[in-house]
């Protein structure tokens, strides 16, 4: 059993995201969590329970109690063969930031925060050879949008956001030597929505790629290769690209670490004038201890949003920093500092914003 409880303080320059006229808040959360695996030498299950309410100090409509709860278990086949499976449900809402809550018929902007819930099945299949790995995964997600009213009392409709998808990943890793394996990947999709057809769509994405566990200096995954998504009616248009997925670590020194992530996906969106959106995303951390028991980082990221049907793409910059200091094994503290614009660009272009928050978090566990 591990137990854990996070106890955060949180300033806000900017928390309905405007680009003028910015609204400042203090937000003070608290988030108990407890997990349990088995400790059998063979086999396991797991469960969890994660739970986080933000209240706050000014703007109490902005309170939010978010909550997940799953369960999942391994079943050890032969060797380093198993199958696995797992539920996970969870309820929680859209941020203010998101591109989905400024957009279209939602740019009157909710009084509240739109909550959803989140129905999710995944199972995997880990068959694993002398040299040859072979990963079956099939993955189902339902999501349910709750109704909200506007600032001016009218209802927002959310029902036309409800769908849910299903995901069929299929990879296979050669070990070309003990550190280093090549691999080629396809994640097929389905998607389909409850109330309107009209976003109905299935894709896939394809790649080859490598795994690679470099001396003591690099390790990581990167792949590369092309993705389409196609919809069921005519009017949208498909959403085509390159597809590209990296998690790269870098070790300059013993205690220092680079890393670099690099990913493209095909977003929804409840734009009725829009297909869907590629987005594309890169970050870069770098990490160092300063000492035994301060860690001390900072990074930047960058996504860029392309829709498709309508003129407009977003961009989205964001820089951090902070500290991390471990009192104990059981007591640490965390401070940061993040920075975040988002610009729209086209005729059909949002509202674009900036903002700055300072967070304190006291993170406890057992």
């Known amino acids: 059993m591990s137990p854990t409880l996070g106890i955060g303080a949180e300033a806000n320059d900017n928390i309905y995201y405007t680009s003028q006229g910015k609204t400042h808040d203090m937000i ?69 930031y998101s591109p989905n809550s400024l957009t279209s018929s939602f740019a009157k902007d909710p009084a509240k925060p739109i909550k959803f819930d989140v129905n999710q099945f995944n199972s995997n299949l880990h068959l694993e050879g002398n040299r040859l790995l072979v990963t079956l995964g099939a993955d189902y997600a339902n999501f349910n949008y709750f109704d909200v009213r506007a600032n001016d009392g009218t209802m927002i409709d959310q029902d036309v956001r409800d769908y849910h998808w299903w995901n069929w990943t299929t990879r296979a890793d050669y070990a070309v030597s003990p550190d280093t394996s090549i691999y080629l990947t396809y994640v097929g999709n389905d998607r389909k929505y409850r109330v309107s057809d009209t976003h109905d769509s299935h894709g896939y994405m394809v790649g080859i790629g490598a795994s690679f566990d470099l001396t003591n200096l690099v390790r990581g995954d990167f792949s590369v290769g092309s993705l389409k998504q196609t919809y069921k009616n005519g009017i949208y248009k498909p959403i085509t690209g390159t597809a ?62 392309k829709y498709k ?28 500092y993040q920075y975040n614009k988002l610009s729209s660009r086209g005729s059909a272009s949002i509202r674009s914003y900036e903002d700055n928050v300072f967070s304190v978090t006291l993170g406890l566990q057992y």
């Open 28 to 96: 003070y959360s608290v988030a108990p969590a407890i997990s349990v695996s088995s400790d059998w030498s063979r086999h396991a299950v797991t469960a969890k329970i994660n739970t986080q309410y933000n209240s706050f100090a000014s703007h109490s409509e902005e309170n939010t109690f978010f909550w997940d709860v799953g369960v999942g278990g391994r079943l050890d086949i032969h060797g380093h063969s198993f199958a696995s499976a797992g539920y996970d449900f969870s309820q929680s809402f859209e941020p203010r």
């Open 244 to 305: 590209f997925n990296a998690n790269i670590q870098y070790f300059p020194t013993e205690l220092t670490t680079v890393s670099f992530n690099a990913n493209t996906s095909v977003q929804e969106t409840p734009d009725q004038l829009a297909s869907g959106y590629l987005q594309s995303g890169t970050g870069l951390q770098v990490d160092h201890e300063l000492l035994r028991d301060l860690r001390l980082f900072a990074g930047t990221n960058f996504t860029e949003d």
């Open 309 to 336: 049907g309508e003129d407009r793409k977003d961009s989205i910059h964001g820089i951090s920093l902070g500290a991390n200091y471990l009192f104990s094994r059981n007591l640490n503290l965390r401070a940061a």
